[in-house]
């Protein structure tokens, strides 16, 4: 561009905002996280059975007439409404779009490179993986830069290797589940959201809006970051520091930007979210005594596996319901940072807290954590039901934005070292070095551990379902799920069971402990089946293992008409 400046015409240079270190830095990142996550995805046994809902979401966004079951496999009561194309699969579903359009995306690549219809679940599910892992990839640049933005590159780059490497957002992030896009979207609503604050301006605003709507379109809980951003901003202007008609201009753009881009799925549905959970917390607070007397308006199909539950008492109060719900996210979030790295993160924030007050980017972490955090006690609180059963819990999954504004704090706790250290000089000046190798080296051997391998053999009893039985005729009970996707049966869509079906399969995890998995949906019908005197089993795994020795079975029962 060009300017008059004192009557002479003067080119003036764009500014930059990334420079040599800052590329070098980032491409350092991006090969780390292309080994860490390349590794897990390639020594992934199954995925998570999350997964198979979002491989069966772009299977159905793909195909919208393949999610129709035949008329004798959908439901004598009731049946669902015919899907006649994407709109109808959206509505439906109970996520939000923006993680199951990337699989589809995905998807077509893998199918170019594996062309074989036989592989049609491997390749969907290999589609979820590689679409949360390329925006695992992607998420360093967000992170990266805020951190640079906020305290320097030291802490920027810290902050984005210790997110591509501790344990719990590496392995969630390399699964087929929505962490990795959705720490991308909700990265990059705060990174604009800290420099809307920063350097105050409605475009900033409106920018972040929009990125706000887009990991609302991943999560709902994206929308924390809008909320965290509007109240440092109204703090702002209430405290005089903002114009407050300025103020108020920010914020509706900041809305209006958010509207832009989330606004036309909510019209689409009709409310703010298909999931139970987060619709059921928006209703006014009951006691755990009325939502057991709920019946079936609070059935849920199943919980968590990786969470921290707890019983509540009949009749507990507010407090009761409260204080194990904050004590559980507390104990997630610091499980989440691989402990070590928490303890660091306690530093950073005690070494910044000046800071607070006075840079609204540095606030914004800090109200984002706390707004973070309540609802995860609400979420906590409210809990989950089966059948009349209800189970308060905390999950990992919930706790990955505290672990990833963790990681910030915990790469300026690092530099707060390092501060020490040159004061100190000598041997203590390799102090931050040895502490971020010492994060690294303890974090990898839990990280590179392969997904759910316990789970291999439900994928071979799932081929040996598909290549061994009638998909129109037989029933097959799988209270796990993985074997029964593998195997073609739900690939599309969840069929009824066949009326009076004269053969029954039932896939048995014998060495399965109690727990979360005896409240899995039709766990008691396959032990049923397991437990008839008439069933036998008709295939075992590992196979090269007696029966009595196999993990995973599969039975079979015959009951001739």
Known sequence: ????????????????????????????????????????????????????????????????????????????????????????????????????AAVWLAGKFVRAVYPDDTLVAENYLLAAQLASGAAALLLVVPTYLLGRMLFGRGVGFLAALLVQVLPVPARLTSDALTEGTYLLAVSTAVLLGARALRRPGVGGFLLCGLAVGGAYLVRLEGLMVAAAVGLVGGWLGLTGRWPRDLTAGRLVALAVGVGLVAGPYVIMIGKLTNKPTPTEMLKPFRTPGEILRGGKADAAVGGPLFAKSWPVPEGAGLVGLAKPAARAAAEEAVKGLHYLAAGLAVIGVIAVRRRVAADPGVALLVVLAGVNFVVLVGLGARGYAVNQDRFHYVSERHTLLLVLIGCVFAAAGVQRLAGWSRARGGAARYAPAAVAAVLVATALPSTLKPLHANREGHKHAGRWLLANTDRDKDCVIDPFEWAAFYGWRTLYFIPADPPDPEVTYAVVDDKEHDGDHARLPRMKDARAVKEDGRSVVVYHWPEDVPVEQAKVKVYKLVRPK
């Open 1 to 100: 561009m060009a300017a008059a400046v004192g009557g002479r015409l003067v080119a003036v240079e764009r500014r930059r905002s990334l420079f040599g270190p800052d590329y070098l830095r980032l491409l350092i990142l991006a090969a780390v996280s292309v080994a860490v996550h390349g590794w897990l995805i390639a020594h992934t046994a199954v995925t998570a059975r999350d997964g198979l809902g979002f491989a069966r979401y772009a299977l159905r966004l793909q195909s919208p007439e393949a999610a129709n079951p035949p008329d004798h496999l959908r439901q004598r009561e009731n049946p669902p409404p015919p899907v006649e194309g994407p709109r109808a699969v959206i509505m439906s579903a109970e996520h939000p779009p923006g993680y199951p």
